[in-house]
Each structure stands twice: as C-alpha cells, then as structure tokens.
C-alpha cells in the first residue's frame, strides 16, 4: 500500500487548504482512512477519519466543525477539507489507512501512512 499526501503550504489565520490522499496497492475492499497531524514537540494526534463507504466521518473536537474529511473510491482518493485554520493548526498532516470496519483514533492501529504534507499557518 502506498499513499501520497499533498496540499499542504502557508495560508494566513482563517484561511483554508485541500489536502488530498491519493492511495494504492490496497488490497481489502473495507477500511478506514483516517488524518492525523503531529506538531514540533508534540505527539501526533489524530484528527479526523471516514469509513470505506464514506457514510461514517470522526472528528477531532479541536477541528469539528471547521474540516471535513471526503473521500473518492473511483480515484482512490481522499480529502481534508481545512477551513478557518488557526496557527495551532500549524503541523505535518499524515494520511493513513486501518484495515477495519471500526473508527479508531489511536495512530498505533494505522497500517499504512503516508510521508506527510506540511501546513503553516500564520497569524
């Protein structure tokens, strides 16, 4: 399996970004992809997550309401959807698939991950 994540860069205080997940070589018909995000200094947490069928979405309460997580099985493609970034945002976004049908939020039970996109956010 491979994912690649893009979209990052340097947008101001209330601004937005795309970030996009474009994955490969999955090999099970149901799994969860889930974003996660590790600031310097600081462990990587878990920030929003959508099941296979892309009915079920999870929301870390410090970004609910502000990102939306997408995804686009025919491309094999998944969104995050960052609005009304706030510079606590600032991080390396990581996308990462769990072959399961639970939504979890702990990084440990992520399979695969990709190599990260950075976002900025300035005040």
């Known amino acids: 399996v491979q994912l690649q994540a893009s979209g990052g860069g340097l947008v101001q205080a209330g601004g937005s970004l795309r970030l996009s997940c474009a994955a490969s070589?999955?090999?099970?018909?149901?799994?969860?992809i889930g974003w996660f995000r590790q600031a310097p200094g600081k462990e990587r947490e878990f920030v929003a997550a959508i099941s296979w069928t892309g009915g079920t979405t999870s929301y870390a309460d410090s970004v609910k309401g502000r990102f939306t997580i997408s995804r686009d099985n025919a491309k094999n493609i998944m969104y995050l959807q960052l609005n009304s970034l706030k510079p606590e945002d600032t991080a390396v976004y990581y996308c990462a698939i769990d072959y399961t049908t639970m939504m979890r939020t702990r990084p440990s039970f992520y399979d695969y991950w990709g190599q990260g996109t950075l976002v900025t956010v300035s005040s």
């Open positions: 070589g999955i090999t099970r018909s149901t799994y969860v």
